[in-house]
Each structure stands twice: as C-alpha cells, then as structure tokens.
C-alpha cells in the first residue's frame, strides 16, 4: 500500500504544474481525497479536496487557480496554475478523513520562484 505523488518542480511565478497521486495497492473510490501542501518550516495543511461524489473544495488562497480531479480507481491530479511563490511546499496526497489516512507517501516538491 503506498501513495506516490509526482509532477513537481522548479518554476517561476505565473507558472504551471499538474501534480498526480497514485495508489498502489488502494483503491480510492470510497474516499474522499485530497491534496496536502508542507511549506517550510510549517504544518501540513489541505489544500483541496474532492469527495467520492466528485464535489470540490479549495481553501481561499489557491481558489481560481488549482483544480482538484479524480478518476475512481486510484488517482488524484492536481492541475496548478497562476502559481505563486507561497504555493511553494511538498505535496502529499491522502484521504479526507481525519480519523482514517493511508500511510503519508513521500509527497513531490513544488518550488516557485518570483
């Protein structure tokens, strides 16, 4: 069971990335799921989230910029446009769930420079 994340980078402001999170060994259908971002020196946060149903959640900063998408076997993408330099972080995928999260896969860097 491992979740893997990909797609990071180095880019500059203004900038784009797509970010995807596959399941080995899991299946993410009953999930809600979503995209997780550690900025340096700060606790992991959500960032967006997409439920079992399809519904989608951006916290207000990324609002606009980043869509969160699923199919329902056993990837989550994550399309980031418009980047900025406070986007900048490691990502990790996960369930929505507090009380029921797969074990944290090592997450993808994503660096944007201004």
């Known amino acids: 069971v491992q979740l893997q994340a990909s797609g990071g980078g180095l880019v500059q402001a203004g900038g784009s990335l797509k970010l995807s999170c596959v399941g080995s060994g899991i299946i993410f259908s009953a999930n809600g799921m979503g995209w997780y971002r550690q900025a340096p020196g700060k606790q992991r946060e959500l960032v967006a989230g997409?439920?079992?149903?399809?519904?989608t959640e951006y916290v207000d900063a990324v609002k606009g910029r980043i869509t969160i998408s699923r199919d329902n076997v056993n990837t989550v993408l994550l399309q980031m446009n418009s980047l900025k330099p406070e986007d900048t972080g490691v990502y990790y995928c996960n369930t929505l769930a507090s009380n029921y999260k797969f074990t944290w896969g090592q997450g993808t860097q994503v660096t944007v420079s201004s």
């Open positions: 997409i439920t079992n149903s399809g519904r």
